[in-house]
Structure formats: C-alpha cells, structure tokens
C-alpha cells in the first residue's frame, strides 16, 4: 500500500513538473518575443529570401521564442497569405527544427551540480532563487514596462528550472526500478523508440518540454545513448504534430506548407538513422553503450537536428515540390478574388499590418491600372476593354468588403501609436480607392456611349480633354506611388497638381458652354463632355485624400481640412502649382 501511494506521489511530482516547466516555457518565451520587438515576425519574413538566409533566421527566431512550433505555425501564415513562396517557407522550417535544440542546452543549466566555493554560486538552486528574486522585483516594483517584461523572462526561466528540478526528483527513484529498466531495453530497438518518442511528443504538444523529460530520466544513471537517440529521433517527429493542426482552415497553400514540417522530419529521422545504423551494423559503435547525462542529452539532439538539415537542406526544391503534388490546388469557384487575409495573423499585430498593406497595395495599383484602361476606351474604344475595367471595378469592390472586415477586426486590439497610424492610413484608403474604380467605370460607360452613338468632339475639345488625360493620369500615378512607398514628401505634390486639375475642370466647362453657343458643339456631346470632365475631377480629388491621410499619418497634428485650405498659402505650394499649370495649360 505504502509503494503504491508512493508511486502515485512520484507520477503527480512528474505531471506537476511537467506543467511548471511548460508554463515557464512560455512564459520566457513571450516576454523574448516582447523584448524582440513587434517587429520579430517581420525579420523573418523579409529577410528569408534566400534558402541559407531562410535557414539561420528560422534557427535564430525558434532560438528566441523557444518553439519550433509556433515558428512553423508563423510560416504557414506567411504562406497562405501569398507573402511568402513555397520553396521559401522549407529553409525556414528547416531552421526551425534546428533552432528548437536550444532549449535542451537552457535546460542543462538546472543541472549544474552543487560544489564548494565559487561554483555553488551556480549550483541549480543558487541561480534559480537569484533569477527568481530579480524576476519578481522587476515585475512587482519596477513602473518601466520594458523592464516588467524582462521580470516575466527571468520569472519564466526560474520556473522553467523548478520544473525541471521536481521532473529529475520525481523520476529519480526509476533507476532502481526493475520494470522501468526492462522498458528502456525495450526501448533500445530504434523503431520502437521512435515511435514511443513520436507518439509522447504528439501528445505533450512540445518537442522541448518532451527533451525535457529525456534528461530528467537521464539523471537516473541507467538511460543508454542506445535509448536516448531513438527516442530524440521519435520527438524531431511528433513535434509536427500541432503544425499540422495549423492546416485547419488554411488554404491550399498553407496546407501545403504545414506538411513540410512532418514531412522533413520523418525523411530527416530515415535519412540520418538509415546512414547511422547502417554504419553501426558494419562498424559496430562502442559509445552506444554509454550512459548519458542531461548534456549528454542536449549534445546527441543538437547533432541529430544538425544532420538532418545538413541532409535536407540540398533537396529544399524537391521538398516542395513533393506537397505540391500532395495537396492538389482547387480551381476557383468565381470570378471574384478571396483575400488570403490571416486571422491568425491579428495576434502579431505587425504581420497584419504588413499582409494589409500589400493588399492595398494590390489595390491601388488594380485602381491606377482601370483609369488608364478607362482614359485608353475615350481614344479608342473595345468591348474587350471595357469588360476588364468593369471586372476591375468589382475585383476592387471585393478587396474593399475584405480589407475593411480585417482592418476593423485589427482595431480592436492593442497596438502602438504607428500601427494605429498606419491602420487608419489603410482604412482611409480604401474608401477613396474604391471610389477612383467606380469613376474608372463611369468614363468607361462614357467612352461606350460615344463609340455606340457615334459621337465625336470638336477638335478644340478633343485637345483639352488629351490635356486633362495626362493630368489625371500623372495625379493618380503620384498618389499611388506614394501611398506605395509611404513618402509624405511625394505626398505633398499631389495637392497643387489637384488645384490644377479643379482649375482646368472649370476652364473645360465654361469653354464648352461657349462652343455650345457657338454652335461648335452639340448638347449631345456636352452631356458626354460633362461626365467626363465631371469624374475626372473627382478622381482628383480622391487621389488628394489619399495623398492627405498619408500625410495626417505621419504626423497627426495635420488635420485634413487646415492642410488642404492651409497649403494653398505655402510658398513650396504655389511653386509646385504654377508648374503643374504651365505643364497642363489648355
């Protein structure tokens, strides 16, 4: 009875050690990511463009927020969302199963043994209750929140090790434990370890927690390199099994990137243990008869890690190429574009912004590209044309409905005094860029009414209106290109170019009445005349508040009413009118 309720005890000490060391896991691992910067996420996406780029950043980036996992997670997001390539997203991941080894060596540090003299001061115990101290001082007392969170690292790591210390007490007993050697000899066929490591770590949801657990049993003193590897080769499985997870409502390339991860490591664990036993067989290894320590442990994983991406790193290509083939891509339903906008990305704050912007991006420029097309149908018409700009218009009503959705989901959380700018930047835009699309098909409808009823203008009119197409298509152009590369400076030439075109509006209009008079021009061709001259000054005027938010955006004590009547005054202003006057002068 005593036995059993001290087993009992034993099994409750290892789950509770187990749980402190997962909580301390995370709880370090988000306060790295917060002293990182919002910004983390960021680096991985745009400086992985190449494969070895690819490969260090996924090692560095797991190095710091402590899980493979949400690493790999991260890049299926990038994937799904179009903002990064397939062949792209396998370096990374690569990195990644690499860069999860590192927590393996933050665990040996609870192993330090207790000695006299100076190094007692690093003794397991020492330097847990020192971190723990300064931890719980910075978090409680100290008003900085930069400083808070570098408390909630240290707090996380000191119950990181306190897991760990009751994980090596609970399991400290097992060496003397007949049934529990008898596993570990079971244990020394590969297949079985692998597997047994693949299924623990599948269902403890964390390859570092399940390396964790390995060198806790190490401490036993009965625990062979023969057991140790197959076992650490069964965990570089498992871990994929909550990136898998992550394919649940991704589309068909994400689901493609989140088989990567599993897919490297079942051929990375055949290629290595193929090569290895194979040579053990032939050369017959003496060291896998060694018992191994906790850094023993943390060594064999590293190694492991390092020769599996050293293996797969060459056919990163054909790894590719292999979940293409797997997962078919589905034929689109409709016409209509879906945005590929990441829900899961509103938790990192800085890649939502990031997918956002470039679907604005997108955006505009589909905006830009139906007014050109639009002005082209006046000079010379197609049905063919016309079709596309219509398509564009709804193509950019669709991104509208989207983007607004995510944007406004986007508000709702907490972010700094940029990325509040840059939302409000976006969200702005989208208004005016769709209405731009619906001018676009206006003058589209013009020019089809004048190639249906067969209207042509004078010559006096034909010439102002190739006069006012270069002036809008330059104003959309400008505004587009700056709202692209966020330049307030290039932002500030769109207003006068603006003025220009409000005064060559007027100047049509009344020269047209005077034709009309005259008997120049019909009142057939001035209803045609007047829609034209009408939306196109309108287009101006959207490309103005656009070119207004961009400007409100950098510096908020802009209001966009003062500026647009304000900048009127502006010496740099008038020099850029007078310009733009003398360019478009009718």
Not at 247 to 262: E, F, V
Not at 308 to 326: G, Q, T
Request: net charge negative; hydrophobic share 50%.
């Amino acid at each position: 009875m005593g036995g059993s309720l001290l087993q009992i005890t034993h099994v409750i000490s290892l789950v509770s050690g187990i749980a402190l060391f997962l909580f301390g896991m995370t709880l370090m691992g988000d306060g790295l990511k917060k002293v990182a910067g919002n910004r983390l996420e960021l680096i991985l996406y745009r400086l992985s463009d190449t494969p070895l780029k690819g490969m260090l950043l996924g090692t560095g980036v797991t190095a710091v927020i402590q899980s493979s996992c949400a690493t790999s997670v991260m890049v299926v997001g990038f994937v799904n969302a179009g903002m990064m390539k397939l062949k792209q997203s396998v370096s990374v991941i690569l990195g990644a199963i690499l860069g999860t080894s590192v927590t393996g060596w933050v665990i040996c540090l609870g192993y330090i043994e207790d000695a006299g003299g100076l190094k007692s001061l690093l003794s397991t115990a020492t330097l847990t209750g020192v971190i723990a101290v300064v931890g719980i001082i910075l978090r409680m007392f100290v008003k900085k929140q930069e400083k808070k969170i570098v408390g909630d690292i240290l707090m996380g790591f000191a119950v990181l090790m306190f897991g760990m210390s009751v994980m090596s007490a609970a399991v400290s007993p097992l060496g003397e434990d007949a049934h529990f050697v008898g596993l570990l000899t079971t244990l020394s066929h590969p297949l079985l370890g692998i597997l047994a490591g693949t299924v623990f770590t599948a269902l403890l949801q964390s390859a570092s927690a399940a390396v964790g657990i390995i060198q806790a049993l190490a401490v036993t003193g009965v625990m062979e390199v023969r057991q140790a590897l197959p076992l650490l080769m069964g965990i570089a499985v498992g871990a994929a099994a909550p990136v898998l997870l992550s394919a649940i409502g991704a589309g068909t390339d994400g689901k493609r990137a989140s088989l990567i991860y599993p897919i490297a490591g079942v051929l990375g664990v055949t290629g290595v243990g193929a090569v290895f036993y194979t040579l053990h067989a032939v050369l017959k290894f003496d060291f896998l008869s060694l018992t191994v320590s906790p850094f023993s442990v943390a060594a064999i994983n590293s190694f492991l890690r390092i020769a599996m991406v050293v293996l797969l790193m060459p056919f990163y290509k054909a790894l590719a190429l292999l979940v293409e083939k797997l997962v078919k891509a589905k034929a689109p339903e409709n016409a209509l574009p879906t945005l590929r906008l990441e829900q899961r990305f509103l938790q990192h704050p800085a890649l939502a912004i990031e997918q956002s912007r470039m679907a604005v991006n997108e955006m505009a420029n589909l905006t830009k590209k139906s007014i050109g097309k639009a002005i082209r149908l006046v000079e010379t018409y197609s049905e063919t044309e016309f079709e596309a700009v219509k398509q564009m218009e709804n193509t950019v009503d669709a991104y509208e409905d989207q983007l607004g959705a995510y944007l406004t989901q986007m508000t709702g959380k907490v972010l700094s005094a940029e990325q509040n700018a840059a939302v409000f930047k976006d969200l702005h835009a989208l208004t005016d860029l769709e209405r731009i699309s619906d001018h676009a098909l206006n003058i589209a409808e013009s020019a089809k009414e004048l190639h249906e009823k067969k209207i042509s203008f004078s010559s006096d009119a034909a010439k102002e209106l190739h006069v006012m197409f270069a002036a809008v298509t330059e104003v959309i152009h400008l505004a587009v290109r700056a709202f692209e590369t966020d330049d307030p400076a290039m932002a500030k030439q769109v207003e006068p170019l603006e003025e220009c075109i409000d005064v060559l509006c007027d100047t049509m209009k009344q020269r047209h009445v005077e034709r009309l008079q005259s008997g120049t021009c019909t009142i057939v061709q001035g209803f045609v005349f007047n829609d034209l001259v009408t939306n196109f000054e309108r287009v101006a005027d959207h490309c103005s508040n656009l070119a207004v938010a961009l400007i409100e955006s950098h510096d908020r004590r802009v209001a966009a009413h003062d500026y647009s009547h304000g900048v009127k005054n502006d010496e740099e202003f008038r020099a850029a009118y007078e310009m733009y006057a003398r360019r478009y002068e009718i």
